[in-house]
C-alpha cells in the first residue's frame, strides 16, 4: 500500500471522493467505485465515459453540473430513445474537513412520473434542500475543455466561472445569486405591467442588498485569489484578475453602496423598461485577467498561455481554499487536462496537486499521460462501461 496524502497543508482533511455510485447515469446503467484519497485519473479511448464520471462528481455540488446541461439530459437514455424513462441518481461518500457524508442526489420524478429538471437531494439519508445542503457539504471546482475560449467569449462565461470559485468558499453564494435574479426578474415584470410605484420601490430594496451582497462576495473572492496567485512552481503564468463593469467601477462600499443602487434603480426605471432588461448591476460584471509576465489581456494570449492562466487560477482557488480558517482543498475536476500540457508542465501540475493535498480528478485518453503521477494517484481505465485499476 502506497501512503495517503490526503490532507491540505492546513492539515484539514481535503475534500476526497471514497465512493461513488451511479444509476442510470449518462452512458452508465449501473456503477459503483472505491477510491482512496489520493488524486484519480481516468484514461481511455474517446467516447469511453470519462467525461460523464467528472459530470457526476460536479453534481454533487448546487446548479448543472461541469457540462452546464439541463438536469434530465443526464438521464441514460438509449439510441433513438427521445425521452429518458428512468431518473438518473449520484451517490457518494465524500470525505472533508467536518467529517465523512453520504450524499445523494438525482432526478426527482413528478407524480406522474415524468422527469423533470427537479433535482432531490440526502445528506446521511436525510432530506436536504438541493442547493444549499449540498454547498456546505461538498466544494467543487472544475475546468473542462468547453472553457478554452473562456476569456474570448462573451462576459456572461466569465461570471459563471467566478461565481463557481466564489460558490467553493462561500456555499452561501447561490443562494444570493438566486435572490438577485429572482428579484431582478420580477422588477422587469412590474416594469413591464406597469405596476405600483411602491411594489417597485419594494423589489428593487431586495434587489440592492442581493446585489451588493452578490458583489461583495465576488470582490472576496478576487482578493483571496490575488493573495494566492503567486504558483509555486512557476510553470503557470500569474493572472492579475479585477472584476469591471459600470456598476462594480462606480459602486461604493457599505450600507452606501445599496442606498445608492436603489437610487439608481428608481432613476433607471424607463430605460431599463424600454431596453427590455435591467441594464446596471452586477449581472453585468467581467472578470478581466491580465497575463502578468507578457503584460497582455488574456484574450490577447496564445491559446496554450489562456489555458495556462486559467490553470494557475484554479491552482490559485484551491489553495486559498485550503488556507481558509475552516477551509481544505476542493475536488478539482481537471477534464482532459494532461492532452495540452507539454511533459514539464504535466509534471508541475501534479507537483502543485500534491502540494495543495486535493483530490484532483483527470482525465486523459492515455495512461501513459499519468505516468509522472506514480504512486500520488490512482488510476483506472475505463472501458465499456466499467472502470478497471491500473
Ligand atoms: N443521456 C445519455 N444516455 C446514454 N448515453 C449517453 C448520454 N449522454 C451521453 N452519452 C454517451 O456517453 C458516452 C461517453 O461520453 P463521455 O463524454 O464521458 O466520453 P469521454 O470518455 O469523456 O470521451 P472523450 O475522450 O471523447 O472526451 C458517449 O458515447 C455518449 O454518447
Ligand atoms: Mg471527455
Given at each position: 500500500m502506497f501512503a495517503v496524502p490526503a490532507s491540505s497543508p492546513s492539515g484539514r482533511q481535503a475534500y476526497a471522493v471514497r465512493r461513488l455510485a451511479l444509476t442510470a447515469f449518462r452512458s452508465y446503467p449501473a456503477l459503483t467505485l472505491e477510491t482512496d484519497a489520493r488524486p484519480v485519473w481516468l484514461a481511455g479511448e474517446n467516447g469511453a465515459g470519462k467525461t460523464n464520471i467528472l459530470e457526476a462528481i460536479s453534481l454533487l455540488s448546487p446548479g448543472r453540473g461541469l457540462r452546464g446541461a439541463a438536469l434530465v439530459e443526464s438521464a441514460r437514455r438509449m439510441p433513438g430513445e427521445a425521452e429518458p424513462k428512468t431518473p438518473w441518481a449520484v451517490a457518494a461518500r465524500v470525505e472533508g474537513p467536518d467529517g465523512s457524508f453520504d450524499i445523494g442526489t438525482g432526478l426527482q420524478p413528478q407524480p406522474d412520473g415524468r422527469l423533470t429538471e427537479k433535482r432531490a437531494a440526502h445528506i446521511n439519508g436525510a432530506p436536504a434542500p438541493a442547493s444549499a445542503a449540498l454547498g456546505e457539504t461538498c466544494r467543487v471546482v472544475w475546468l473542462t475543455p468547453a472553457m478554452d475560449r473562456l476569456f474570448l467569449e462573451s462576459p456572461?462565461?466569465?461570471?459563471?466561472?467566478?461565481?463557481?470559485?466564489t460558490l467553493a468558499f462561500e456555499p452561501g453564494h447561490g443562494r444570493?445569486?438566486?435572490?438577485?435574479?429572482?428579484a431582478t426578474r420580477e422588477r422587469?415584470?412590474?416594469l413591464k405591467d406597469g405596476g405600483e410605484a411602491t411594489w417597485l420601490t419594494a423589489i428593487e430594496a431586495q434587489m440592492a442588498a442581493s446585489g451588493v451582497a452578490l458583489a461583495n462576495a465576488r470582490a472576496?473572492?478576487?482578493?483571496?485569489?490575488?493573495?494566492?496567485?503567486?504558483?509555486?512552481?512557476g510553470a503557470f503564468p500569474q493572472g492579475l484578475i479585477a472584476i469591471t463593469g459600470s456598476f462594480e467601477e462606480?459602486?461604493?462600499?457599505?450600507?452606501?453602496?445599496?442606498?445608492?443602487?436603489?437610487?439608481?434603480?428608481?432613476?433607471?426605471?424607463?430605460?431599463?423598461?424600454?431596453?427590455?432588461?435591467?441594464l446596471y448591476g452586477p449581472h453585468t460584471a467581467d472578470l478581466a485577467v491580465t497575463h502578468l509576465g507578457r503584460g497582455r489581456p488574456a484574450a490577447e494570449c496564445s491559446t496554450g498561455e489562456q489555458k495556462a492562466l486559467l490553470i494557475g487560477l484554479v491552482l490559485a482557488a484551491a489553495r486559498a481554499q485550503a488556507r481558509e480558517p475552516a477551509g481544505a482543498a476542493p475536488l478539482l475536476l481537471l477534464d482532459e487536462i494532461a492532452a495540452h500540457l507539454d511533459a514539464v508542465r504535466r509534471a508541475a501540475l501534479f507537483d502543485e496537486i500534491a502540494a495543495i493535498g486535493a483530490q484532483a480528478w483527470m482525465t486523459g485518453t492515455d495512461s501513459s499521460l499519468f505516468a509522472e503521477m506514480g504512486p500520488r494517484g490512482q488510476g483506472f481505465y475505463v472501458t465499456n462501461g466499467a472502470l478497471n485499476p491500473i
Open positions: 456572461g462565461g466569465r461570471r459563471r466561472f467566478l461565481d463557481r470559485l444570493v445569486a438566486s435572490a438577485y435574479e429572482r422587469m415584470k412590474l472576496r473572492t478576487a482578493e483571496r485569489l490575488k493573495a494566492d496567485l503567486a504558483p509555486l512552481t462606480t459602486r461604493m462600499p457599505g450600507d452606501e453602496g445599496e442606498a445608492r443602487f436603489r437610487e439608481m434603480l428608481a432613476r433607471r426605471r424607463r430605460a431599463d423598461a424600454e431596453a427590455g432588461r435591467s
